[in-house]
């Protein structure tokens, strides 16, 4: 019988190769967004506040692996997830001849921007949701596709040309950002709040919890 061994070794190495490959990658994308973020946000301080100082804008690194851009009533969370993923065959974007010509191509690191009201955070209210912008998907050729809303309005869908650059990068923050933006909270119909427990009240939560209106989320994926 056919030792076996040796190709379980070989097939843990090539894997755990390429995985730790992606992750450097992404993990380098990830403190360089986080930069451009910082780059940002002072810009826009430095050019805001000339004309309103009311308005606050500021970012906030939280650990390794994730950080913060508050601005006005939103706060925008860009988590880098730690595991290297991949997909089942009929997903869009493992169907196509750029990650079909190398087995390496079919894993991923992958960094998400996710939309909160800053007031979640403020007042430590564990029930309210955040609305995912938009995710990036690096692979072991530091290439990226973008997954996500419609509201980002970006092109970046052809993973076989799309190159990691700090325009790219800045780009994607920034329409993150203006996506947030304009994600405006829905006030709950009156017949929602007409009545509270009195838990809730001692709770603090809010009485009307207006909610975001969400983002469209495009499934149309990468080529």
């Known amino acids: 019988m056919k030792d076996r061994l040796n190709d379980i070794i070989q097939g843990l190495q090539q894997k755990s190769t390429t ?5 450097r990658n992404t993990y380098e994308t990830f403190n360089r967004m986080k930069e451009i973020s910082q780059e940002i946000v002072e810009e826009l ?14 970012y906030k ?35 196509n001849d750029y990650v079909e010509e190398d087995f390496r191509r079919r894993f991923f690191g992958h960094i998400m921007a996710y939309n909160f009201m800053a007031d979640t955070i403020k007042y430590n209210r564990l029930d309210d949701p955040g609305y995912l912008v938009g995710r990036m998907l ?12 419609k509201q980002m309005d970006l092109s ?3 993973i076989a040309r799309n190159e990691i650059t700090d325009n790219v990068l800045r ?8 996506a947030a933006v304009n994600n405006d909270l ?10 509270i427990t009195y838990k809730q009240k001692l709770e603090n939560s809010q009485l009307s919890r207006p909610r975001k209106l969400g983002f469209m989320i495009n499934h149309e994926l990468t080529h």
Do not use: C, W
């Open 19 to 23: 995985k730790q490959a992606i992750y």
């Open 45 to 58: 301080t430095n050019r805001i506040t000339s004309k309103d100082a009311n308005v606050v804008i500021e």
């Open 61 to 95: 690194s939280v650990t390794d692996l994730e950080f913060q851009i508050k601005f006005s009533g939103d706060l925008l969370v860009f988590v880098m997830h730690s595991n290297i993923v991949t997909f089942p065959d009929d997903y869009e974007i493992m169907r």
């Open 138 to 149: 690096i692979n072991i050729d530091k290439h990226f596709v973008i997954e996500g809303v």
């Open 156 to 158: 970046y869908d052809r």
């Open 171 to 178: 780009l994607i923050v920034e329409s993150a950002m203006i």
């Open 186 to 195: 829905m006030g709950q119909d009156v017949s929602d709040i007409e009545r």
